[in-house]
Nanobody
Framework: QVRVVESGGGLVQAGQSLRLSCVAS????????MSWYRQAPGQQRELVAR???????DYGDSVKGRFTISRDNAKNTVYLQMNSLKPEDTAVYYC????????WGHGTQVTVSA
């Protein structure tokens, strides 16, 4: 079955960086777009970034210019490099297979202190 596992979350101060990783197994990773979403307490889950099989990318407006999504097909891994973090980036970050729908991971907590 498909398994999606995120890692790399933590507690950082505003202005610092974090890199999240997501390993997907049980599917042909090379043929799957991958997406990152986030959900803050009391808010809806929102798109952060997504990447096609050809490494074209799409970003949510609030993270453009600060976050970068990339993929390593040899490792079945997608990354989210997060720079210039802000307290409003605090959320649980979820990885998902696919561009518009797919399998979800359980999430990793990112907390940014002021």
């Amino acid at each position: 079955q498909v398994r999606v596992v995120e890692s790399g979350g933590g507690l950082v101060q505003a202005g610092q960086s974090l890199r999240l990783s997501c390993v997907a197994s049980g599917l042909n990773f090379n043929l799957s777009a991958m997406s990152w979403y986030r959900q803050a307490p009391g808010q809806q889950r929102e798109l952060v970034a997504r990447i096609t099989t050809g490494s074209s990318t799409d970003y949510g407006d609030s993270v453009k210019g600060r976050f970068t999504i990339s993929r390593d097909n040899a490792k079945n891994t997608v990354y989210l490099q997060m720079n210039s973090l802000k307290p409003e980036d605090t959320a649980v970050y979820y990885c998902r297979t696919g561009w518009a729908t797919g399998y979800w991971g359980h999430g990793t907590q990112v907390t940014v202190s002021a």
